[in-house]
Antibody, heavy 123, light 108 residues
Framework: EVLLVESGGGLVQPGMSLRLSCAAS????????MHWVRQAPGKGLEWVAG????????GYADSVKGRFTISRDNAKSSLYVQMNSLRAEDTAFYYC????????????????WGQGTLVTVFS | EIVMTQSPATLSVSPGERATLSCRAS??????LAWYQQKPGQAPRLLFY???TRATGVPARFGGSGSGTEFTLTISSLQSEDFAVYYC??????????FGQGTKVEIK
């Protein structure tokens, strides 16, 4: 069974940093691209960042570019996002999601999602 | 950035009736279009990819169609468990994925 478990959310003040983690199990983690997607309370979904299986290709939404850094550790089957210079508008549930496309593919839909971790940025 | 526009924002439907949800892309995404279902307090669930291919476990009453810029999700006979928010997503080009703003299907 595929399982994605996020951790690291919490309350922070504007300008501060937070690192989220996602522990993956139930599939060959190093075969798949992975993503972070966020959802502000009561709002829609926003793709945040994605990373290919070997970290060779990384992308960010314009809203977080220069502030967030996605990374992975295939030996630990874990995905991370380092979030710096946090703003009130970064308040959201952050989901870890598995890309359905495996090695060599360009990227696809998200076939498994974690339950999310809440980040609240308040002053 | 490719903008995805869903309509309507809210759809009020009686159980057993048919529901039709639309998604439009600001430029062609070929068939690189997915649909997700999200219920309150839950993570999204993949329903369709490739515009019309059902994900594992999705009931046959759900149908997906379209290509290019116009896409449709249909639910032939709404069941109580189908009342949720539905999102479309394009994945046409790395590294850019965008979602529509969602359509809420509510009980009439």
């Amino acid at each position: 069974e595929v399982l994605l478990v996020e951790s690291g959310g919490g309350l922070v003040q504007p300008g501060m940093s937070l690192r989220l983690s996602c522990a993956a199990s139930g599939f060959s983690f190093d075969d798949y691209a992975m993503h972070w997607v966020r959802q502000a309370p009561g709002k829609g979904l926003e793709w945040v960042a994605g990373i290919t299986w070997n970290s060779g290709n990384i992308g960010y939404a314009d809203s977080v570019k220069g502030r967030f850094t996605i990374s992975r550790d295939n030996a630990k089957s874990s995905l991370y996002v380092q979030m710096n210079s946090l703003r009130a508008e970064d308040t959201a549930f952050y989901y870890c999601a598995k890309d359905a496309s495996s090695i060599g593919a360009a990227g696809g839909p998200f076939d498994y999602w974690g339950q999310g971790t809440l980040v609240t940025v308040f002053s | 950035e490719i903008v995805m526009t869903q309509s309507p924002a809210t759809l009020s439907v009686s159980p057993g009736e048919r529901a039709t949800l639309s998604c439009r892309a600001s430029q062609s995404v070929s068939s690189n279009l997915a649909w997700y279902q999200q219920k309150p307090g839950q993570a999204p669930r993949l329903l369709f990819y490739g515009a019309s291919t059902r994900a594992t476990g999705v009931p046959a009453r759900f149908g997906g169609s379209g290509s290019g810029t116009e896409f449709t999700l249909t639910i032939s006979s709404l069941q109580s468990e189908d009342f949720a928010v539905y999102y479309c997503q394009q994945y046409n080009k790395w590294p850019s994925w965008t979602f529509g703003q969602g359509t809420k299907v509510e009980i009439k």
